[in-house]
């Protein structure tokens, strides 16, 4: 029975495999018409894809450059005195005498003005009636919507001196006023206590009165000083940083200066207004803590007159700076080393795969081997919790290939080679000895593997959440991989000494994209270096290989473990 | 192509569309063809698998068909009627093998592959391939030899 049923095989394939029938007379036609509708389908579909992804693209400019108009700014964290002040030994020498010199703070020195920074546009005068010397006008910055709830501090720069400041408007409310006491009571034993290199301020000084408006009501601002009837408004506070940095300090003159602005690269590109009644040493004004009413430091003593103090040495003797934003705009470098679980997702090609061709038979005959990267990646701070990373990474997978029989056929070159096929594609092999094969001739290939090594482009996003010195680092990326190698190794036995050939993979594609996730946990060692480790998924989302019977998608599961140095 | 095509349908209609579908997608790939091997055969493997892709697409694979097999008959003369059965009959005798078992008949005789990709081609198990082949086997032993009875019968009272 069964001798009759493998007959009956041979029986139907004797009789059809060369049976031919006519195709009917309209076949062809059909196809033709089909052709021609495919084909048209086929541009549309394309057409449409262009367009899609130029639309994309766009979108993406777009929103790039917005983000860098619009939250990305010039001169952030940066301190108006790096750029705009210059404190010169001259200047500063006609200051000396306190009660008529003109100290230059910036540019403009005429008619006993500063100006720190750019000018900027005034909004109302208001006047200022305080201690010895009256009307004293100010500017007033219009800031934006801040403009109006400017609240105003007077601060008494001795406990001795009754010298809180009067301001015509806006009244105090009760937290400034609190401010305001608590700096009565404490600013006389602060300069008691002053470094050798701070020279208190003259009885004449003690007896001015300083008047800082502040936008923000949220944040009352408390002064230490001994100004006289010193008036600093704007330094417009939004966003998360440094509200202060455009007051942060005002120099002394002789007499009285009216009306003066003070623009600073605030984050916002707001003028941060600084209009002054300056008739003593310059204030510095700090504030202490990232989020913080602000605090002017009784630094401004290093100002006093006849003394040159650099911009360097200013900022040296600084003692407290805004603490940046954990992250926003830090530039670190990654430095990594990963040992990868490779795998591969195979799918067969309608067109191409076939018998001993497809998926079942690569996935029987291999599995993977070593593999690695490495990598140097940057990371930039988008916003304080949101890390944008780049950079370069290598890395190189190995497939193991069972042995298996090749067969000769017409290689590129127009001879006869063995072609050897595996999930990446295909290679043309002729064995160094023995006689040169035949179309048709096989050989048992012994022992063979596949490596195939990219440098990959990656970009993704990383939301850092960070405990104490511990960080940890959720992140979504796509990398584009660009083909440095791809060879096969083959040995045969039958040859003579076990020959080994290698040969360059055919079919491989020059790039191919993957997505990643990865969850990374990193220790701060100090403030600059970071060591930590991340597990990262990727997942190809094209195939490394074309033209092939199996198409391949190569993912990895990495272990990076690295080092992270913060520039 | 359109006797591949024939081989894998159940009507000339069902054939024509095949073929139809498969020179689309052979001038859409041609490009994709490395001139290994015959350009013929690389046709008919495309032909091949646009019908593995139609019959995938709409028949389940698991067409149980109950064959009433006859009892086991001595066929003496079984040679003379597959010698009277030209290649149109047997072709026809395919094409009416019931679908499930006709794909796995034709993909293992004509097309030589092994049960374990017929299995992955046709997403069944390597059992059921196997199961299918059989079945397919005896179905068009019993045509054949209903075929030689009737043959008997008509010369018989001819």
Same mark, same amino acid.
């Given at each position: ?42 541009? =549309? ?23 860098? /108009? ?12 790096? =750029? ?83 301001? =015509? ?14 700096? =009565? ?20 000084? %003690? ?14 601002? %408390?002064?230490?000083?001994? %100004? ?92 407290? /700076? ?39 038979? %690569? ?205 | $192509? ?90 026809? $005798? ?65």
């Amino acid at each position: 029975m069964k001798k009759n049923l493998q007959d009956v095989d041979k029986l139907f394939k004797d009789a059809l495999d060369e049976h031919l029938e006519p195709a009917p007379p309209g076949a062809w036609d059909a196809i033709n018409n089909d052709l021609d509708k495919k084909q048209a389908f086929q541009f =549309k579909e394309k057409y449409f894809r262009l367009k899609r992804f130029a639309l994309a693209l766009l979108l993406f400019i777009f929103s790039g450059v917005a983000y860098l /108009l619009y939250f990305v700014q010039p001169g952030k964290n940066s301190l108006i005195t790096q =750029k705009n002040v210059a404190v010169s030994k001259n200047n500063a020498g006609s200051s000396a005498d306190a009660s008529s010199g003109q100290q230059v703070v910036g540019e403009d020195t005429k008619h006993g003005s500063k100006v720190v920074g750019e000018d900027t546009d005034h909004g109302s005068e208001e006047t200022n009636h305080g201690g010895k010397d009256t009307d004293h006008g100010s500017e007033n910055a219009n800031h934006g919507a801040n403009a109006t709830n400017e609240s105003s501090v007077a601060v008494a720069t001795t406990s001795s001196q009754k010298t809180v400041a009067l301001t =015509k408007k806006p009244v105090l409310s009760a937290n400034d006023r609190e401010v305001i006491m608590a700096e =009565k009571t404490t600013t006389a034993n602060r300069f008691s206590h002053q470094p050798n290199s701070m020279k208190p301020f003259n009885t004449r000084s %003690a007896k001015r009165n300083l008047l800082i408006q502040n936008n923000n009501p949220a944040s009352p601002v %408390a002064i230490a000083g001994h %100004a006289k009837n010193h008036v600093i408004k704007g330094a417009a506070r939004t966003g998360n940083d440094n509200y202060l940095q455009g007051g942060q300090y005002s120099n002394a003159t002789g007499r009285s200066v009216k009306g003066q602005s003070v623009t600073t690269n605030d984050n916002n590109q707001q003028a941060s207004l600084l209009t002054t009644y300056l008739y003593q040493p310059p204030l510095l004004i700090t504030p202490t803590e990232y989020g913080t009413p602000g605090v002017v430091t009784d630094l401004a003593a290093g100002f006093l007159s006849g003394h040159v103090i650099k911009n360097d040495s200013l900022l040296k003797a600084m003692a407290v /700076l805004p603490k940046k934003a954990p992250y926003r705009h830090a530039v670190s470098l990654s430095v990594f080393g990963s040992p990868n679980h490779s795998f591969t997702r195979l799918v067969n090609d309608d067109l191409l795969a076939g018998p001993g061709r497809n998926k079942n038979a %690569a996935e029987r005959e291999e599995h993977q081997g070593t593999s690695y990267s490495a990598g140097v990646l940057v990371n930039y701070g988008l916003t304080k919790s949101i890390i944008l990373q780049s950079g370069m990474v290598f890395s190189s997978a190995k497939t193991i290939i069972s042995p298996k029989t090749i067969y000769a056929r017409p290689g590129n070159n127009g001879h006869a080679e063995y072609e050897f096929n595996c999930s990446s594609g295909y290679s043309y092999i002729t064995p160094k000895t023995g006689p040169a094969p035949a179309v048709g001739d096989s050989i048992r290939a012994m022992g063979s593997s596949s490596v195939i090594s990219y440098i990959g482009v990656p970009l993704s996003l990383n939301y850092v959440w960070q405990r104490g010195r511990f960080l940890l680092k959720p992140g979504i990326g796509l990398s584009v991989n660009f083909l440095t190698s791809g060879k096969s190794s083959t040995r045969f036995n039958s040859l003579p000494g076990n020959e080994k050939t290698t040969s360059s993979i055919a079919g491989l594609k020059t790039a191919y994209m993957d997505g990643s996730v990865a969850l990374g946990a990193e220790w701060m060692v100090n403030r600059k270096i970071s060591v930590g480790i991340r597990p990262m998924l990727r997942m190809a989302l094209t195939t490394i290989n074309k033209n092939t019977p199996v198409k391949t998608y190569q993912n990895y599961l990495s272990w990076e473990t690295g080092i992270r140095i913060n520039l | $192509m359109y006797s591949v095509c024939l081989r894998f349908s159940r009507s000339g209609h069902e054939a024509e569309e095949i073929l139809q579908e498969g020179f689309i997608k052979v001038f859409s790939a041609l490009h994709q063809y490395r001139n290994e091997g015959s350009f013929e055969g690389w046709v008919r493997k495309i032909m091949v698998n646009t019908a593995l892709q139609r019959f995938r697409s709409r028949a389940p694979m698991h067409a149980v068909v109950s064959l009433e097999l006859t009892e086991e008959q001595p066929v003496a003369d079984e040679h003379d009627v597959v010698a009277r059965l030209s290649a149109k009959e047997m072709l026809a $005798m395919v094409q009416e093998l019931p679908p499930a078992y006709r794909m796995v008949f034709n993909l293992y005789v004509f097309e030589g592959y092994q049960h374990k990709e017929i299995a992955s081609l046709l997403g069944i198990s390597e059992g059921t391939s196997k199961s299918n082949l059989y079945d397919a086997r005896r179905w068009l032993r019993e045509k054949i030899l209903r075929e030689g009875k009737v043959d008997n019968l008509k010369k018989l009272y001819s």
